[in-house]
T-cell receptor, first 116, second 112 residues
Framework: GAGVSQSPRYKVAKRGQDVALRCDPI?????LFWYQQALGQGPEFLTY????????KSGLPSDRFFAERPEGSVSTLKIQRTQQEDSAVYLC??????????????FGQGTRLTVV | GQQVMQIPQYQHVQEGEDFTTYCNSSTTLSNIQWYKQRPGGHPVFLIQ?????EVKKQKRLTFQFGEAKKNSSLHITATQTTDVGTYFC????????????FGEGTQLTVNP
C-alpha cells in the first residue's frame, strides 16, 4: 500500500491479557517509530528502529512492553499483562531518514487499545 | 529530559481570523517538525525547520524557527474551516537521537 498500515484498528483487551499490535511501514523506509497517544495529549515516544536494529527503547514504560522488527520491515509491539493505564492509541510511523537524520515521518492510523 | 511546551492549548477563531501557536523547548533543538491531526485522525507532516532563524511558508501557513533553536511558531492567515484540527510541534536534539518529542498540541476550532 501507499501508506503506513496498522492492525488491528481497535482492540479491546481484558486486564491481564497479552496483545500484539502490527505495523506495516512504507516500503523502503529505514526508520520506524512507535508512539503512544493518550486522549487529548501529544504522541509520546516509545521506541525506534533503524532497519532491524532497535536503537532506542528508552520510551517503553515498563518491561511489559516489547517491540521487534526482525526483518527490517514489519514491526510488532507487544504488551504483556495489559493494565488499564495502557489504554491509548498506539501510533506507528516510518521515515526514509536514518538515525539522527530526521526526515518527514508518515504515521499510520493507529490502534486504539482499550483495557477493561 | 527534553521537554516541548506548546501554547495555547485551545484556540477558537471566527473564519477569516488569524491563528498562531507557539512552541518552546527546554533544550536546543537540532530541528523541529510540525504536524496536523484532524479529529479522529493521525498526525500528518506539515514541515521541518532546521536552520536558526528559518522561516518557511506554505500558502496561508508561516513557520518560524527561533534564532536560539529553542522555539518555533506556526501562523495561519485568514483561517478556513478546513484548518480545524490539532497542531503539534515535535523536536529532536541533544542526546535524543531520532526521537521526536511532541508538544501537547494546540486544538484549533474555526467558526464559520
Amino acid at each position: 500500500g501507499a501508506g503506513v498500515s496498522q492492525s488491528p484498528r481497535y482492540k479491546v483487551a481484558k486486564r491481564g491479557q497479552d496483545v500484539a499490535l502490527r505495523c506495516d511501514p512504507i516500503s523502503g523506509h529505514v526508520s520506524l517509530f512507535w508512539y503512544q497517544q493518550a486522549l487529548g495529549q501529544g504522541p509520546e515516544f516509545l521506541t525506534y528502529f533503524q532497519n532491524e536494529a532497535q536503537l532506542d527503547k528508552s520510551g517503553l514504560p515498563s518491561d511489559r512492553f516489547f517491540a521487534e522488527r526482525p526483518e527490517g520491515s514489519v514491526s510488532t509491539l507487544k504488551i504483556q499483562r495489559t493494565q488499564q493505564e495502557d489504554s491509548a492509541v498506539y501510533l506507528c510511523a516510518s521515515s526514509l531518514g536514518r538515525w539522527r537524520r530526521n526526515t518527514e515521518a508518515f504515521f499510520g492510523q493507529g490502534t486504539r487499545l482499550t483495557v477493561v | 529530559g527534553q521537554q516541548v511546551m506548546q501554547i495555547p492549548q485551545y484556540q477558537h477563531v471566527q473564519e477569516g481570523e488569524d491563528f498562531t501557536t507557539y512552541c518552546n523547548s527546554s533544550t536546543t533543538l537540532s530541528n523541529i517538525q510540525w504536524y496536523k491531526q484532524r479529529p479522529g485522525g493521525h498526525p500528518v507532516f506539515l514541515i521541518q525547520l532546521v536552520k536558526s532563524g528559518e522561516v518557511k511558508k506554505q500558502k496561508r501557513l508561516t513557520f518560524q524557527f527561533g534564532e536560539a533553536k529553542k522555539n518555533s511558531s506556526l501562523h495561519i492567515t485568514a483561517t478556513q474551516t478546513t484548518d480545524v484540527g490539532t497542531y503539534f510541534c515535535a523536536g529532536t536534539g541533544g542526546t535524543s537521537g531520532s526521537r521526536l518529542t511532541f508538544g501537547e498540541g494546540t486544538q484549533l476550532t474555526v467558526n464559520p
